[in-house]
Nanobody, 125 residues
């Protein structure tokens, strides 16, 4: 199990931006694909974005494509999610998770071994 620490959530107005961070202190993330998920009240957890171990390939859910950007700094053992043009429907608790592979192989939660505690993102005027 890897300890993952998310940060960067908060309250933002529609159209605003936030950058989430997912850190793994003392653990090298470079061998793992990392994904961001989110869960809104009353809804199932959904995959938002994924990045492979090297950072050379990324994937996005259709609902965030063109607005969110995932990136990673393996030297800092940190993965980021830059969220722009935020909408009220982006409101959710956001989680990062380590995949069981170097690659991004979909968003089945069972394919992810370690999860962070989550960070709340609220988009509201």
């Amino acid at each position: 199990q890897v300890q993952l620490l998310e940060s960067g959530g908060g309250l933002v107005q529609p159209g605003g931006s936030l950058r989430l961070s997912c850190a793994a202190p003392g653990f090298s993330l470079q061998y793992y694909g990392i994904a961001w998920f989110r869960q809104a009240p009353g809804k199932e957890r959904e995959g938002v974005s994924c990045i492979i171990g090297s950072g050379g390939s990324t994937d996005y859910a259709d609902s965030v494509k063109g607005r969110f950007t995932i990136s990673r700094d393996n030297a800092k053992n940190t993965v980021y999610l830059q969220m722009n043009s935020l909408k009220p429907e982006d409101t959710a608790v956001y989680y990062c998770a380590t995949g069981r592979s170097y690659y991004c192989l979909g968003y089945d939660p069972q394919q992810f071994g370690s999860w962070g505690q989550g960070t709340q993102v609220t988009v509201s005027s």
